[in-house]
């Protein structure tokens, strides 16, 4: 029997007609590369880079590449299927787009584009705080599950404020972010000189002149890049303005009296993404919430934080399947998906890859990304002998070296 999400989802699809030409990309390798070709660098590097020294956002992928999976084909998997159940939806798959910012950047309405790529793809998609539209602009797209990120800011007034915007929405679930109370040094940025709107300066401006294609589809859209959730009524939303204004109020004096305050003014699935110590999330789970997302940022805020990988098991054992886990940070295969799963996780959200395919072609790049993932997960479990996702288990893995 089809669920609401599955539906919606095929509502969506057909109304945004056929999803364009085939795409030659393989990979999601193979779609980053496609997308440095077409970026300026400072916006390829803007998605692309980590913070300091990007230790952590090379460990983050590097941890995979530790494990090692143990099949068993024996146990016969002719048919398989990746559907899972969260937060009350059934899923295709378990992958979500995770928020990140200035989608639009990317691609001319990139948020909307990609909000409508993962609900054809039955899969959620977490609107950032930092996206171009307005969080009302993607509930119009209709895309379900729909998933928005919100922080504890200084003005718990303001931090209301987009809570309630939120369910007047019609939004699914509130993603409270709790890595990012101190804005991390992302020395790549810092060298390009980025700003928004894009001033990169006479080398930069030289450099950006060869980026044709998307300096065409970006003509009438770069000098409106805004953050459309921090614009006041009747504000003519001046990018830099916005910016100092989004940073002062982060609050690093943030604690767990703000996480139930939150709790207590959200009625639906209320996930903390950003937790990696074991203490954390077992403190999530006694105080009743749906999820957590283990998650250092992508490696752009604590550089020397552990890979999300890493600290998986730990959390696993701490929340004892009291609450949903889900995963972020180094996802770029189907084979990254499937061991995470083994290890605990519920889910995996993917940040970067979503950028990459908006690069290369818009809400069709998306779906492509989506599908070579579908593809992939499927493609692993047949090999591992796993017909249904809670097949997979720690038994599935062996780290190497071990």
């Known amino acids: 029997m089809a669920s609401e999400a599955i539906e919606v989802a095929g509502q969506v699809a057909a109304d945004a007609g056929t999803p364009g030409p085939l795409l030659p990309y393989q990979s999601v390798a193979e779609m980053r590369e496609a997308a440095r070709a077409v970026l300026p660098r400072a916006v390829f590097d803007f998605a692309d880079g980590g ?25 016969g998997a002719g048919t398989r299927d990746l559907s899972i159940e969260l937060f009350g939806a059934r899923l295709s798959m378990p ?116 980026k044709v294609k998307w300096l065409a589809r970006m003509r009438t859209t770069l000098p409106r890049i805004t953050f459309g959730n921090y614009v006041r009524t009747g504000e003519a939303g001046d990018i830099a303005t916005l910016a100092g204004r989004m940073s002062s109020l982060l609050d690093p004096a943030m604690s767990w009296a703000d996480v139930d305050w939150m709790r207590s003014i959200w ?3 209320l996930l903390l993404k950003g937790v990696l110590h074991p203490a954390e999330a ?30 998986l098991p730990p959390v696993v054992d701490a929340v004892a399947g009291r609450l949903s886990i ?43 990304m989506i599908e070579i993932f579908r593809g992939e997960i499927d493609r692993v479990m047949g090999l591992m002998g796993a017909s249904r996702i809670a097949e997979l288990g720690p038994d599935c893995l062996l780290r190497r070296g071990a």
């Open 282 to 311: 077992r403190e999530a789970a006694e105080r009743g919430l749906q999820g957590v997302i283990v998650s250092n940022h992508g490696g752009r805020q604590l550089d020397g934080a552990a890979a999300s990988l890493e600290a």
């Open 95 to 210: 992958l979500a787009i995770g928020p990140t910012g200035l989608s639009g950047l990317f691609w001319p309405d990139g948020e909307r584009e990609a909000a409508r790529a993962a609900a054809a793809c039955g899969i959620p998609f977490c609107a950032s705080h930092g996206s171009v539209c307005k969080l009302e602009d993607v509930a119009e797209t209709g895309a379900k599950p729909r998933w928005r990120q919100v922080f504890i800011y200084k003005d718990r007034g303001f931090t209301r404020e987009l809570a309630d915007r939120a369910r007047d929405a019609g939004y699914d679930a509130l993603v409270l972010t709790i890595d990012n109370q101190l804005l991390g040094k992302r020395e790549r940025d810092l060298r390009n000189g980025f700003a928004i709107p894009p001033r990169f300066g006479v080398q930069g401006t030289l450099a950006a002149a060869t």
């Open 326 to 368: 889900l995963l972020d940070g180094g996802i770029r295969r189907g084979s990254d998906v499937v061991k995470a799963l083994a290890l605990g996780a519920s889910c995996c959200l993917v940040g970067r890859p979503q950028l990459w395919g908006l690069s290369v072609a818009g809400g069709a790049g998306v779906r492509h």
């Open 51 to 75: 913070a300091e020294d990007e230790r952590t956002l090379r460990a983050n992928e590097a941890a995979f590449a530790a494990v090692a999976l143990l099949p068993r084909p024996l146990n």
């Open 267 to 269: 009625d639906g699935p």
